[in-house]
């Protein structure tokens, strides 16, 4: 009798594919497309936006008896599409002392697709080689030549929206047509170009024209991280999982907490993995030709740290020691001003579609600044749906002008005078955030706790990531153009700038959710984890197709990448069985 | 009850010591009624909010005084109803139990409004006129002007004025009130010509 209580499953599946997500949702698409048999694990449950058993989209904030204040389930709201958040039960990190990560997870079929913002931008040719342009960092092991195939093919299969705008290193795509501009985007647009800072419509990944028949047209109802009933965004389970199940190649397997890879000690090569089904608490594993993880950046530097074996002492595919290590996150710094000219807004529906219709791409040469790399800027604003927060602070606006009748009064109060105010400064708020590449550093790493389990007794993540000058630096930079950008605008910033005291407004790492790099890739085994097609150097059936691999993030939202490169590890796959060499 | 409980109810009692040691060790958990799950919500969530609406957080007294501040802040006017109408006490009682940091501002500024109007009035604010209330909510809802010994009334004042704005606000009354016109089905064409032009844009 077996005292674990094992359970074995007696098939061989041509691969298992660890996480629903982005990555892995389209190496599940592709290799049951090209045939094989495929197990697709999720830790956590079903999710489909268009059965009402789910659905949020379209509610209205009373349906919701916090109207949609955030919880710790939903931490974007309670009506925002995404399970589980940087605080799960049961499921713990840290971070040692002095150094800080916040780690976002989304626990469901498709993973964090379906919280994502949805804006898909390629790297451009410099963001593969920014190690030999700039002199700190590292180049990739493939350049943009490599993967522009591939995000065409993702343009195509997922749909995309967007300008073409031959702008420097922001590669133009195959788009469906971009949204039209809101009036307060239209403003920044006009109050940018006087500053010389450009504004193009946004790339995102709703469907403004229907691309075929399994999804449908975007509605414009602004709410694509609630998921959508029609299919028209871009979520891994919607897009990629669920096909890939239709073709009857594809075996999903949801509520599969996965502990590790298993390895046979003779050959070396991956023989599947050992999960723990959270319905049950019981241990089952699953046999494959071929492991491809795609568990997200952490969680699959994790999953390999653990997978420890006599052959393998220092956890799979780490034989360069390098897992874990370099990881980053997009750096984000906002600000917010209120916009005098847009009081007393005549009403029309502008929800557009779920997020901003323009954004700046980098457009100065870091060779003239005192920080070695870039960043974006996206904007928000408008007459949204209100909800939980809507109307907070009138105490410090009401005071600073004057009133319908041209008179000033006490700021605060209350009555009608009150009540009146809240219909007068509706929609008549900015916000930008920057959202910046920062410098990965071997010395920001996650690591395996040497004390600590998760409730399903898997030894869970220690951080340890700081940000350098270079991001510090940056976000400065970001503050800077924020109320240059506000003032040319007429607008009035809200608060007091972010000074060095808080680092000017930088967010926490890990709490823009772009973290990457815990597997990179490269030429040389001893300073790298995988080669360029996301194969591990150690174990040749072994890969990672989630942001793991990156070895830089560009100032680029990296799903689109995760997508082209994931795509790209999937066709060699296909390749390298069909030549015998998987 | 019914007969196959009476049984069971008997077993264990009538009878003594009648319980498998497994039971004895661990008592079930009490027995809750069955939670219907609404759309769009996980199970968790939908037990998480049927336990909260159980609940009760403000005392009748408590609730009285919330509700007549709500109104004070937003009255019925010519275009829409009052705070209260829109359901806002209802909406606060619920805040204070999703969001427990809220209470203790919340129940403490309570009493301290009812302590300024005992010492002011000789009554709790509830039970005081309508021009006392008035005078008493004067010293605390303006916080450029409110004297330094007011500040703890401004804090309270500050959160009653966000939470029953959020709240009527997000109601549907509130809503159309606003005057917003999204979330349902539509084209987006742009901004509307007369809006561009007043712009210049």
Redesign the interface.
């Known amino acids: 009798m077996n005292l674990f209580n094992i359970k074995e499953q007696p098939q061989v599946y041509d691969a298992v594919i660890v996480g629903s997500g982005a990555g892995g949702g389209m190496a599940a698409y592709v290799l049951a497309k090209a045939g094989a048999k495929v197990c697709l694990l999720e830790a956590g ?1 079903y999710y489909d936006p268009a059965d ?5 989209q ?5 349906e919701s ?5 955030s ?1 710790q ?1 939903r931490p974007f709201g309670d ?1 925002d599409a995404a ?1 589980g958040g940087w605080d799960i039960d049961g499921e713990p990190y840290s971070a040692v002392k002095g150094t800080d990560f916040k780690w976002f997870r989304s626990r469901m079929l498709g993973g964090r697709t379906n919280h994502w913002g949805r804006i898909s931008l390629r790297f451009g040719p410099d963001d593969f080689r920014r190690g030999s342009l700039s002199g700190v960092g590292d180049d990739w092991p493939i350049g943009y030549d490599d993967m522009k195939p591939f995000y065409d093919k993702v343009d195509r299969l997922v749909g995309i929206f967007g300008s073409v705008e031959n702008f420097p290193n922001e590669p133009d795509g195959l788009f469906l047509p971009a ?5 307060h985007e ?2 920044l647009k ?1 109050a940018a170009a006087n500053i010389g800072v450009p504004i193009i419509p946004s790339r995102m990944a709703m469907l403004t024209q229907k691309i075929n028949d399994e999804r449908g047209e975007c ?4 709410q694509c991280n609630r998921g959508c009933y029609a299919y028209a965004d871009f979520s891994a389970s919607s897009v990629l999982c669920k096909p890939a199940v239709k073709t009857g190649n594809t075996t999903l397997i949801n509520g599969a907490m996965v502990r590790e890879v298993l390895t046979d000690d003779k050959t070396g090569l991956a023989t599947g993995v050992s999960y723990v089904d959270v319905a049950t608490m019981q241990e089952k594993q699953i046999r494959a030709k071929t492991v491809i993880l795609g568990a997200s950046a952490c969680e699959s530097a994790r999953l390999l740290l653990n997978s420890k074996s006599p052959r393998f002492p220092n956890g799979l595919a780490n034989t360069s020691g390098v897992v874990g290590k370099y990881l980053n996150d997009s750096t984000g710094a906002s600000r917010g001003a209120f916009v005098p ?1 847009l009081m007393d807004r ?8 779920g997020g901003m219709h323009v954004y700046t791409p980098w457009w100065l040469d870091n060779k003239k600044l005192d920080f070695p790399r870039g960043y974006h800027i996206e904007y928000g604003g408008g ?13 410090g606006m009401n ?1 600073k002008y004057p009133t319908r009748n041209g008179t000033m009064k ?7 005078g ?3 105010d ?2 007068r400064f ?1 929609g008549a708020y900015v916000g930008m955030a920057g959202r910046g590449e920062p410098v990965p550093l071997e010395t920001n790493y996650c690591e395996i706790d040497p004390e600590k389990v998760d409730k399903y007794g898997i030894p869970v993540l220690r951080f340890h990531y700081k940000w350098s000058d270079y991001e510090i630096k940056q976000a400065k930079h970001m503050q800077d153009t924020f109320e240059q950008i506000i003032s040319s605008m007429g607008g009035v910033a809200t608060g007091p700038k972010p000074d060095a005291s808080t680092n000017y407004g930088l967010a926490l790492p890990g709490q823009i959710i772009h973290e990457v790099g815990t597997v990179r890739m490269g030429n040389d085994p001893k300073k790298s984890a995988l080669n360029s097609y996301q194969q591990a150097h150690d174990v040749k059936n072994l890969f990672v197709v989630d942001a793991a691999p990156f070895v830089s993030q560009g100032d680029k939202n990296v799903t689109w990448t995760i997508l082209a490169s994931s795509m790209r590890t999937s066709e060699y796959i296909v390749d390298q069985v069909k030549k015998k060499n998987l | 009850m019914k007969r196959r409980d009476t049984l069971k109810a008997l077993t264990a009692t009538a009878f003594g010591a009648a319980v498998l040691p497994a039971e004895a060790a661990a008592a079930p958990p009490p027995q809750a009624a069955p939670v219907k799950v609404p ?2 919500r ?1 199970r ?2 939908a037990v998480k ?1 049927a336990k ?2 159980a609940e009760r957080f403000f005392t009748a007294s408590e609730l009285r005084t919330v509700t007549i501040l709500s109104d ?4 019925a ?1 010519s275009k829409s109803g009052s705070a209260s109408a829109a ?1 806002v006490p209802a ?1 606060i009682e ?2 204070m139990k ?2 427990p940091a809220q209470q203790t501002p919340m129940r403490g500024g309570l009493m301290w409004l009812d302590s300024q109007c005992t010492k002011r009035f000789g009554k709790k604010f509830a039970d005081c006129g309508r021009n006392n209330q008035i005078a008493i ?1 004067d010293l605390i ?5 409110a004297l330094k010994d007011m500040k703890p009334g ?1 804090a309270f ?2 959160m009653m ?2 939470l029953t ?3 009527f ?4 009354m ?2 159309k ?16 010509a ?3 032009e ?2 210049g ?1």
């Open positions: 449950g009402p058993k789910y659905i949020t379209m509610k209205w904030p009373y008896p916090r109207r949609g204040a919880t389930l009506f399970w949204p039209k501009p809101r009036l239209l403003m006009k509605f414009y109802c602004h000219a005549k009403r029309y529906n502008e929800d557009g579609v007459m949204g749906m209100p909800s939980y927060g809507f109307g907070f602070g009138m105490e005071g006490p700021a605060g109060g209350y009555g009608a009150l009540k009146d809240y219909r509706y | 759309g769009g996980l968790e969530e909010d909260l609406m004070f802040i937003i009255p006017d359901g909406f619920f805040m999703d969001q909510i809802a303006y916080p450029e002007q401004v004042f500050n004025r966000n704005a959020t709240g606000f997000t109601s549907q509130g809503i009130d606003l005057g917003y016109l999204g979330n349902v089905p539509n084209k987006w064409e742009g901004v509307p007369d809006v561009l007043q712009y844009l």
